[in-house]
Structures are given as structure tokens and as C-alpha cells.
């Protein structure tokens, strides 16, 4: 079957038991501050899972296009998009695991005609630091499955991603791992999950292409291997548990199922093809690169793919609405077609290559989602603008690349001496002819030149004196946002990293802290979140930091290499740039902290130094020793803080 043909025999196939097919969300979210863009097929449904009732039922279906701006840099392998579609089922509290695992297998196997006999899958090992048991009802529905296959399915426990390294296959069929693997919450695995937090196992799906192992990705190959022998083609997860307030879980009341699976990895295995950009969404972008460029794919297949791939992406954006710019989404697309344009630059592609491909792309959507015909007319305008623009800037670039005196490579080129870009002519070139840093990289790569270890801080060096150059001084704040460095100041920074660590417990994992000013009066802290905390939020929040103030916990600090700092768990602020060496402070006890956060300081040393010295109204030592005093809109998708210690 073709992706097109997958696509609607699975919506059809999920209508007829029961499901409303529901519209696509577009490719940047609607009312949601905290991400770009919509990047699964769950995200616009998130309200619901958690227990808001959808207006169409409890039984959801759809194909969810997706993009994933992290991808950018991968695209150019066999497998990695950052455009896909999402095909997704949802229960809503009615169906579970004996449903859904065997509807999914039904569907791979009878409909879509993949052999099972390369479909492996995996599930859940259970954490018993946790008590969360491990999950056989899903093994024993995936042997059962197997079985009516005349398949063996012998389970075999893996555990960790590196313990799969070591273990391999072992003749297994269903895999048991861990929590990093096979188990989903918003805030991670359970040990993260704050109280009242659902969350609860999944179960992949993975297709066998049947390729040599590659051991630069470890001794032995198991489908969480990154080789390309394995590709996971669709993930059920089981919204079963919520957490308690003694750390454990407890079953659900309403039990969720979400599901999803990759359209264009379904597709591929269809075809048996480890290559995504052989199938029917992929592949005509890439015969019409071979005939605007007159050469092969197998000669040229990264150039190709990036093209094939920043083209899905570029039409769906434009389609729903963003334009090129320097900010936000809009810089995402800019980024996307300026390296599509450098890439049709090697093919010898000279002009005209969004012309000509954008058509291609949107004939291959329009009867699927007739948004796009609707908006073709603008979407070409959009691209075939940034293309004028840009490959007047390509070109002036390119030539001033080739002046630049490049650090131990001058006239006559001589690559003997390991040549190296730096920081400060990547802004150079960024600066004065708009030439994009990625694209100095790619280009100094193409002439066998690396980068400078550190061009990245020499270019953000350049970039801070040509800031310094136009920013009026600022008076009043300094290190840390803090006004002075008095004792009732650095207590008002503690608790401001106490509050930041509660807002994430309350509010979600995606709450970032957007700025910070602190006075010995009290604090101020903005962060993203998209509407009015509620009464019971500010309560929450106020009672959690209160409860540390009480447990006077210690508060410590160490010097760590930065890598190792954030791998650890530590949380560095949005958009901040560290050195090689940071400061970690860590409140509690070191083996299980309350947070730990990338930070210059002050703060005191234990936390109930923060309940010293304070006074209710009546002149008594305060039972609330920290109150939020106001909590209101900043800026779009920021609210502001403000709070005391009374």
C-alpha cells in the first residue's frame, strides 16, 4: 500500500469501530506559548486526555501532521524527517490494552499487509522503586497475537537502552525496558511525576528491515538500536496510573488509550524500504530534483533528501499561515528554505527550485487536506519571495566566504595545516551580508574546513559587542536579576528557586523561567504559561514552598563542567549561554534533591532561613512564610510573578 492509501484505510478502518474522524490541528499550535509547533499527533489533545470531554466522544481518529524542529540537523540519513504525519487513535475512557493492541496488529498485518513476522515489539518492565508493576497484560496480549500468527514470541528482559547494547535480540519477539523507554507523563519518567500527575506504560511497535548491525551504535543490535536495522513504527500508550501524595501510584478512574503511529515509517515498511524517501510522499520530490538537476539520486542523495524533506515542512507552514522572518516560527521556515536554496545550489539548481517543487508537494495533499489547495496561490508567493531574496544573499555570501584569510589557510590553499573558520568571521559574514551561521558551517565543510572549537562563543562575543554597541545602560540589575546583595535580597532569590521548582510540580514540565528582578522587598519572575493561574494553583505553589521553608533543607553548591551539569538533571534558564565550567546549587539532600539549577548565586544556606524574622499581622511568627502577592499577563503566553516573604 502507498502512504496515501494507508492513511485513509486507517481512518476508515477506526470509523467502523467507532471512532469520529476529527480534523487535523494546524502545524503551529493554537493558544499554546510553551512549543512552535504542534509535534505529535497528541499534543492538540492533551486537554481531553487529561479529562475535558470532547465534543466528538470518547473514540478519536486522525492524521496529525507534525514537525520537529530538533530533526533539522539530522535530515540527510535514511530515516529522519522533520515533517510527518502522525496517524492517532484515542480512547477516552472506554477502550483499553484488550482492544487496542490487537485492532494496531489487525490493522499492520491484514491491512496493510506487513509481514508479522518483522514486527517486533515492546513493553513496559515495571519500576519497583515506584510500585508500579510490570506490565505482562500487554505481553501476554502481544503472544496471544503472535501466537494466532503461528509465531513464537519469546519475551526477554532488556531494561535500559545500553543494557540492549549488551543483551541483543536473544531470540526475543517482546521486549521488556524501563521507564526511559516505555512509559509516558508529561513530566517524564515516575520518579519525576509530581502528585496528581497521570501518566502510565506504552507498548512500540518496531518493523524489521533485516539490515547488518552497524557496531559504531554498540556490540549487538535490539529494536531501541539507532543502526536503521530497527524502525519503530507506532507507540500505544496507557494512561493508567495517577501518582499519590505518598509518592506511589494508583489506578486511574478513567483509563485513556493514545496512540500513535508515523505514517511515512508505516509506508516505508510497506515497501520493505529502510530509505523513507522512497515512499509515494517522499519520492516524486525527488525524481523532479533528478530532472531540474540532471543527476541520480544515488549520486547526490543528502542534497535530495534535505530538499524532498524542508519542502513538506516549508509548504505546511506557509499553508497554515507563517511567514519568513527573524523570529519565533517564522525564522524556522526562513532557516528551512535557505538551506533547501544551498542544497539546490549544489545540485546546480540556480533558480526557480520552490517554483518548481512547491507544486509537487501541495498535488500530493490537496485532496487530503484541501487546506492546502485552498492557500496555494500564497504559498508559492511566500516561497518564491524568500527565495529572491535569499539567493541574492547566497550568492554575495559565497563570494565574500572566499575572500575571508581563514585561520592557517591562505593562498595558496594549503589543507596540510588543518584549517579552522572562527567565530568572529561567521559573524562577519552573518553581519554585514546576512549569510546564516549554519550555512558558513556547511560551506566551510564543503571546502574541507572545520570550525573553530570555540567559534560558537567568539561568535556570541561579537554578537554581545554589536548589542553592547546599541543598548542604553541599564541601571539596577545585576547578577542573577538581583538589585543588591543584601540578606533579605539573596533569601528573596532562594525562594525564587524554590517557587520556580513548584511552578513546574503544579503547572507542568514546560514552565521556563522568561526573566527575573529581585529587590529586598521582594521578588518578581516571569514565565511561559497560557493563561491565569487559578486560585488553587497559587495555593498549590505557595503550600509547596512553604513546605520546603519548613523542612529546612540544605542548600549547597559545586562547581561542575557544564556537559555534566544539565546531563545530570540540572535546569540552566531559557535562552542562557554557559561556559565550559557552571555553578550547580542544589536544595536538599544531594542523592534525592528538591532541584537542582545551573545559577551565580547568592543564597543562603539552609531553607529555613527564609522563615526567620517574619511576622503575621498580629505581631506573631508567620505560618505562611511565603505569599504570592500578584500574578498577572507580561507579555503573550508570559504571566508574571510577584511575592513576599511575610
Given at each position: 500500500?502507498?502512504?496515501?492509501?494507508?492513511?485513509?484505510?486507517?481512518?476508515?478502518?477506526?470509523?467502523?469501530?467507532?471512532?469520529?474522524?476529527?480534523?487535523?490541528?494546524?502545524?503551529?499550535?493554537?493558544?499554546?506559548?510553551?512549543?512552535?509547533?504542534?509535534?505529535?499527533?497528541?499534543?492538540?489533545?492533551?486537554?481531553?486526555?487529561?479529562?475535558?470531554?470532547?465534543?466528538?466522544?470518547?473514540?478519536?481518529?486522525?492524521?496529525?501532521?507534525?514537525?520537529?524542529?530538533?530533526?533539522?540537523?539530522?535530515?540527510?540519513?535514511?530515516?529522519?524527517?522533520?515533517?510527518?504525519?502522525?496517524?492517532?487513535?484515542?480512547?477516552?475512557?472506554d477502550y483499553f490494552k484488550e482492544e487496542q493492541l490487537p485492532w494496531f496488529?489487525?490493522?499492520?498485518?491484514?491491512?496493510?499487509?506487513?509481514?508479522?513476522?518483522?514486527?517486533?515489539?515492546?513493553?513496559?518492565?515495571?519500576?519497583d522503586r515506584n510500585n508500579v508493576p510490570k506490565d505482562t497484560e500487554s505481553a501476554e496480549i502481544w503472544q496471544k497475537l503472535f501466537k494466532d500468527k503461528a509465531i513464537e514470541a519469546k519475551t526477554v528482559e532488556i531494561g535500559s537502552e545500553a543494557d540492549g547494547y549488551k543483551k541483543g535480540i536473544s531470540g526475543g519477539r517482546i521486549f521488556y525496558y524501563d521507564a526511559s523507554k516505555n512509559w509516558w507523563s508529561r513530566a517524564g519518567e515516575p520518579q519525576n511525576m509530581p502528585t496528581g500527575e497521570p501518566g502510565g506504560p506504552d507498548s512500540e511497535v518496531f518493523y524489521d528491515f533485516g539490515t547488518e548491525h552497524d557496531k559504531a551504535f554498540g556490540e549487538h543490535c535490539h529494536p531501541n538500536c539507532d543502526c536503521g536495522r530497527f524502525l519503530e513504527i507506532g507507540n500505544s500508550v496507557f494512561m493508567q496510573y495517577v501518582k499519590t501524595e505518598d509518592g506511589g501510584f494508583k489506578e486511574l478512574p478513567q483509563k485513556n488509550v493514545d496512540f500513535g503511529g508515523g505514517l511515512e515509517r508505516i509506508a516505508a515498511a510497506a515497501i520493505n524500504s529502510s530509505d523513507v524517501f522512497k515512499i509515494d510522499l517522499l519520492w516524486p520530490i525527488v525524481e523532479k530534483l533528478q530532472e531540474l538537476s540532471g543527476k541520480k539520486y544515488q549520486d547526490h542523495v543528502q542534497s535530495k533528501r534535505i530538499i524532498a524533506d524542508h519542502m513538506r515542512s516549508a509548504v505546511f507552514m506557509a499553508a497554515d499561515g507563517v511567514t519568513p522572518s527573524n523570529k519565533t516560527q517564522g525564522y524556522i521556515l526562513r532557516r528551512l528554505l535557505r538551506r533547501a536554496i544551498r542544497q539546490g545550489h549544489e545540485l546546480g539548481i540556480e533558480q526557480g527550485l520552490f517554483a518548481?517543487?512547491?507544486?509537487?508537494?501541495?498535488?500530493?495533499?490537496?485532496?487530503?487536506?484541501?487546506?492546502?489547495?485552498?492557500?496555494?496561490?500564497?504559498?508559492?508567493?511566500?516561497?518564491?519571495?524568500?527565495?529572491?531574496?535569499?539567493?541574492?544573499?547566497?550568492?554575495?555570501?559565497?563570494?565574500?566566504?572566499?575572500?575571508?584569510?581563514?585561520?592557517?589557510?591562505?593562498?595558496?590553499?594549503?589543507?596540510?595545516?588543518?584549517?579552522?573558520?572562527?567565530?568572529?568571521?561567521?559573524?562577519?559574514?552573518?553581519?554585514?551580508?546576512?549569510?546564516?551561521?549554519?550555512?558558513?558551517?556547511?560551506?566551510?565543510?564543503?571546502?574541507?574546513?572545520?570550525?573553530?572549537?570555540?567559534w560558537r562563543e567568539q561568535f556570541d562575543q561579537e554578537m554581545e559587542k554589536q548589542r553592547e554597541r546599541s543598548r542604553t545602560a541599564t541601571a539596577g540589575i545585576f547578577k542573577g536579576g538581583l538589585a543588591e546583595h543584601s540578606e533579605q535580597t539573596i533569601k528573596y532569590h532562594t525562594a525564587t528557586h524554590l517557587m520556580y521548582?513548584?511552578?513546574?510540580?503544579?503547572?507542568?514540565?514546560?514552565?521556563?523561567?522568561?526573566?527575573?528582578?529581585?529587590?529586598?522587598?521582594?521578588?518578581?519572575?516571569?514565565f511561559n504559561h497560557p493563561s491565569k493561574m487559578t486560585p488553587e494553583e497559587i495555593e498549590k505553589v505557595e503550600d509547596i514552598v512553604n513546605e520546603q521553608i519548613d523542612k529546612d533543607i540544605p542548600v549547597t553548591w559545586k562547581e561542575m563542567p557544564t556537559a555534566k551539569a544539565l546531563a545530570t538533571g540540572a535546569r540552566g534558564h531559557f535562552g542562557e549561554k554557559y561556559g565550559d565550567t557552571v555553578k550547580v546549587y542544589i536544595m536538599g539532600h544531594e542523592d534525592k534533591p528538591y532541584t537542582m539549577e545551573l545559577c551565580g548565586g547568592p543564597h543562603v544556606e539552609h531553607t529555613g532561613v527564609l522563615g526567620e524574622g517574619n511576622m503575621d499581622s498580629t505581631g506573631s511568627p508567620s505560618k505562611k512564610r511565603f505569599k504570592i502577592t500578584k500574578e498577572e499577563s507580561s507579555a503573550a503566553g508570559i504571566r508574571r510573578i510577584k511575592a513576599v516573604l511575610e
Open positions: 500500500m502507498t502512504a496515501q492509501e494507508i492513511r485513509k484505510a486507517y481512518l476508515e478502518f477506526f470509523e467502523k469501530r467507532g471512532h469520529a474522524v476529527i480534523s487535523r490541528a494546524r502545524i503551529v499550535p493554537e493558544n499554546d506559548p510553551t512549543t512552535l509547533f504542534t509535534g505529535s499527533g497528541m499534543q492538540p489533545l492533551l486537554p481531553y486526555l487529561l479529562g475535558e470531554k470532547h465534543p466528538k466522544g470518547k473514540r478519536l481518529v486522525n492524521s496529525q501532521t507534525c514537525f520537529r524542529a530538533e530533526d533539522i540537523d539530522e535530515v540527510g540519513d535514511n530515516r529522519h524527517t522533520t515533517f510527518f504525519e502522525m496517524l492517532g487513535n484515542w480512547s477516552l475512557g496488529f489487525e490493522f499492520l498485518t491484514d491491512v496493510a499487509g506487513l509481514d508479522p513476522h518483522n514486527l517486533y515489539v515492546t513493553v513496559f518492565i515495571g519500576d518548481a517543487v512547491a507544486p509537487i508537494v501541495m498535488d500530493m495533499y490537496r485532496q487530503s487536506f484541501p487546506e492546502i489547495a485552498k492557500n496555494e496561490k500564497i504559498v508559492i508567493e511566500v516561497l518564491e519571495k524568500e527565495e529572491k531574496l535569499f539567493r541574492q544573499t547566497l550568492k554575495k555570501g559565497l563570494r565574500e566566504f572566499e575572500k575571508l584569510e581563514i585561520e592557517g589557510l591562505k593562498p595558496p590553499l594549503d589543507k596540510s595545516h588543518y584549517p579552522h573558520i572562527n567565530g568572529k568571521d561567521i559573524f562577519t559574514l552573518f553581519d554585514t551580508y546576512g549569510f546564516p551561521p549554519e550555512l558558513a558551517l556547511e560551506e566551510a565543510k564543503k571546502h574541507d574546513i572545520s570550525s573553530h572549537p570555540s521548582k513548584a511552578l513546574r510540580l503544579v503547572l507542568g514540565d514546560y514552565v521556563e523561567q522568561r526573566g527575573s528582578n529581585i529587590t529586598n522587598e521582594r521578588l518578581r519572575f516571569d
